[in-house]
């Protein structure tokens, strides 16, 4: 069974810290994405990559940065947690090519910055 | 405005109830167009998905496209108590790489 998993389920952070989400998957999937959802906003795009080192900004990309050094894994960070970053952030992968619509989701991970 | 609309709802039916679910847009270069479900506290899933105008069948769920009106409904037959959840339309361009969500809309299905 596909599979992606991210690091915490629950994160409660102080402002200004940096933080770290880590996501793996183990399908081998080329696309990997990190959006937040918020209510009556939905989910947002941060970042995604396409390969290994590869990032593009997504509609949101502000105050957050990516890093992909393995194939598996995908990681958002915030530089600095601020207060209005307090959401869940779920991550996805997808194979690409023709599959690129398919997204699978990890279970997200809810940030609470105080 | 929003280039998808979705009714955030909440939508409370009782078990048995056949359940409409509908979103707009406004590209009409969106090719691709699929259904997501997410339970609470987990992440979305795919449910169904339909390339261009046309229906898709998949067991008691039904996603239908018609792209002269930009909308897309998923029709739920039978409904029943483990379909609540939240559904999120979501659709993509040909060639794209990234999807364009709805905000989702709250289904609560009752005994």
């Known amino acids: 069974d596909v599979k992606v998993t991210q690091s915490s389920r629950y994160l409660v952070k102080r402002t200004g810290e940096k933080v770290f989400l880590e996501c793996v998957q183990d399908?081998?999937?080329?696309?990997m994405f990190w959006y937040r959802q918020d209510p009556g906003l939905g989910l947002r795009l941060i970042y995604f990559?396409?390969?290994?080192?590869?990032?593009e900004k997504g509609d949101i990309p502000e105050g957050y940065s990516v890093s992909r050094e393995k194939k598996e894994r995908f990681s958002l960070i915030l530089e600095s947690a601020s207060t209005n970053q307090t959401s869940m952030y779920l991550c996805?992968?997808?194979?690409?090519?023709?599959?690129?619509?398919?997204?699978?989701f990890g279970s997200g991970t809810q940030l609470s910055v105080l | 405005q929003k280039e998808v609309e979705q009714d955030p709802g909440p939508l409370s039916v009782p078990e048995g109830a056949i359940v409409s679910l509908n979103c707009t847009y406004s590209?009409?270069?969106?090719?691709?167009f699929m259904w997501y479900r997410q339970y609470s506290r987990k992440g979305p899933e795919l449910l169904m998905y339909?390339?261009?105008?046309g229906n898709k069948e998949d067991g008691r769920f039904t996603a239908q496209v018609d792209k002269s009106s930009k909308y897309i409904s998923l029709f739920i037959r039978d409904s029943q108590p483990s379909d609540s959840a939240t559904y999120l339309c979501?659709?993509?361009?040909?060639?794209?790489?990234?999807?364009?969500f709805g905000t989702g809309t709250q289904l609560k299905v009752e005994l």
């Open positions: 590209n009409s270069a969106f090719q691709y």
């Open positions: 339909t390339y261009s105008s």
């Open positions: 990559s396409y390969d290994v080192k590869m990032k």
């Open positions: 979501a659709m993509i361009t040909g060639g794209g790489n990234k999807l364009t």
């Open positions: 399908m081998d999937h080329e696309n």
């Open positions: 996805a992968s997808s194979a690409g090519g023709e599959a690129n619509e398919k997204l699978f």
